[in-house]
């Protein structure tokens, strides 16, 4: 059974920058979609990137678009996410999930649970 989990976050200052990893146990990644979402305090969980099998194409929301970049290295069963030029509004609990398929950077449906996620804090 497929399992996902995140890690790369920390505290960092606005416009520094983290790589997030989303790494993949009990399946190989090559199958699956995967989508990164985020939770920041008092809001709910929003989707905000996704990237397709075999050929990857990536997907993201306008928010993240030109900062955040979504990879994958089926090599080491890992999805990345490198995210620079951080903002404060970036702060927030960051998730990865196997998917069905990437509706636009919107990662649809679900083969995994949520993992613990990753937090990402940014400071002014």
């Known amino acids: 059974q497929l399992q996902l989990v995140e890690s790369g976050g920390g505290l960092v200052q606005a416009g520094g920058s983290l790589r997030l990893s989303c790494a993949a146990s009990?399946?190989?990644?090559?199958?699956?979609?995967i989508g990164w979402f985020r939770q920041a305090p008092g809001k709910e969980r929003e989707p905000f990137s996704c990237i397709s099998t075999s050929v990857g194409s990536t997907y993201y929301a306008d928010s993240v678009k030109g900062r955040f970049t979504i990879s994958r290295d089926n090599a080491k069963n890992t999805v990345y996410l490198q995210m620079n030029s951080l903002k404060i509004e970036d702060t927030a609990l960051y998730y990865c999930?196997?998917?069905?398929?990437?509706?636009?950077?919107?990662?649809?449906?679900?083969?995994?649970?949520w993992g613990p996620g990753t937090q990402v804090t940014v400071s002014s």
């Open positions: 999930l196997a998917a069905y398929y990437c509706s636009g950077f919107v990662a649809a449906g679900n083969f995994t649970s």
């Open positions: 009990g399946d190989s990644l090559d199958y699956y979609p």
